[in-house]
């Protein structure tokens, strides 16, 4: 069973919350998400922090991924729903 998102709230500029399909509940900021953008140039250099980022946009693509439009920073990572929910894991 692939993990789903049930609903999706910004919180502030700085973070938004996830409520899964199993009704787990993550909170993430957005400094932490782009800390660990999956793009290959981020990858590669492993980016730079930007503790005060924000995000001007975020929007989903397709039902399984988000993309996120920082203030500053690398844009181009795609956040799967998967990924965010490894991260969410790391954390407990
Ligand atoms: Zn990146």
Redesign the pocket.
Request: glycine share 34%; aromatic share 0%.
């Given at each position: 069973m692939p993990i789903l998102v049930k609903e999706l709230k910004q919180l502030s500029n700085r973070s938004f919350s996830i409520l899964w399909s199993d009704d787990r509940f993550s909170v993430f900021t957005l400094s932490e998400l782009q800390k660990n953008?999956?793009?290959a140039?981020?990858q590669e250099s492993k980016?730079v922090c930007e503790e005060d980022v924000k995000a001007l946009k975020i929007s989903s693509v397709g039902n399984y991924a988000l993309r996120i439009d920082f203030t500053k920073g690398?844009s181009?990572?795609i956040f799967t729903f998967q990924f965010l929910r490894t991260i969410h894991l790391e954390r407990l």
């Open positions: 953008c999956p793009c140039g981020c980016g690398c181009r990572g």
